[in-house]
């Protein structure tokens, strides 16, 4: 499964399908770090959310690299089961390489500061902690939404591109508006909402947004495992 991954890693890197995500992220942590400096838990919780589109289609272009043939081979080769989990860990490995950017990128364009004297905010090394976990939430579903919008699930491109923008919209116009039915997305906005003041939020919450967000990704991955046995 690790040579399978490494393929795909390539062909997506070599294949030059990167550099398209590659300039979106670039252009999306220019506008955020471009301004004043902000606290790191903020920064990074507008950063995650901010990302959250580009890292699903970065999944989602990199699932669909590899062309029908050669992963029917692959199935063949090593199992269902494998040949699917290695395309999602190559899509975890490459959005994995882009959050981290995304953290190291406001010290190099000095977007993050620490608290203000007498402020609330966190930290900086837990607003740094809270950043991870906000890119890691945002990931996850990201990869998630990603393969459910993959070729081998639509088939089409039309099919894909849809699941992917509903997806992505379902995420804002649901985080912002509050619905009564937010579980239809994961808590990517909801996440940068708690960490918007700069502070650390209360445990209990950022608990309950992990397990909300993680839930959603295993009902997704499911129905993604599910989908691609009836159509393979």
């Known amino acids: 499964m690790t040579a399978l991954v490494r393929m795909r890693l390539a062909g997506f890197w070599r294949g030059g399908r990167v550099l398209a995500p590659l300039i979106t992220v670039l252009v999306v942590l220019a506008v955020l770090y471009g301004g004043e400096a902000a606290p790191a838990a903020a920064a990074y919780g507008y950063s995650a959310a901010a990302l959250f589109p580009v890292l699903a289609w970065l999944a989602k272009v990199l699932l669909d690299t590899e062309p029908d043939g050669q992963r029917r ?112 997305a994961p808590p990517v906005m909801a996440v940068a909402r708690a960490l918007s003041d700069g502070s650390t939020p209360p445990v209990g919450d950022l608990w309950r947004l992990t397990a909300w967000s993680l839930a959603w990704c295993a009902v997704a991955l499911a129905g993604y495992a599910r989908l691609r046995r009836s159509r393979s």
Do not use: D, Y
């Open 73 to 184: 081979l692959a199935r063949l080769a090593v199992g269902p089961v494998r040949e699917g989990a290695a395309g999602l860990l190559a899509a975890l490995v490459a959005g994995g390489v882009v959050c981290a950017g995304a953290m190291l990128a406001p010290w190099l364009l000095h977007g993050i500061r620490g608290p203000l004297p007498g402020s609330a905010e966190s930290s900086l090394p837990a607003g740094v902690l809270l950043g991870v976990l906000a890119h890691l939430l945002s990931l996850l579903a990201a990869v998630a939404l990603g393969a459910l919008a993959g070729r081998a699930v639509t088939r089409r491109v039309l099919p894909g591109v849809t699941v992917l923008v509903t997806g992505s919209l379902l995420v804002i116009v649901l985080g912002l508006t509050g619905s009564i039915v937010p579980w239809l």
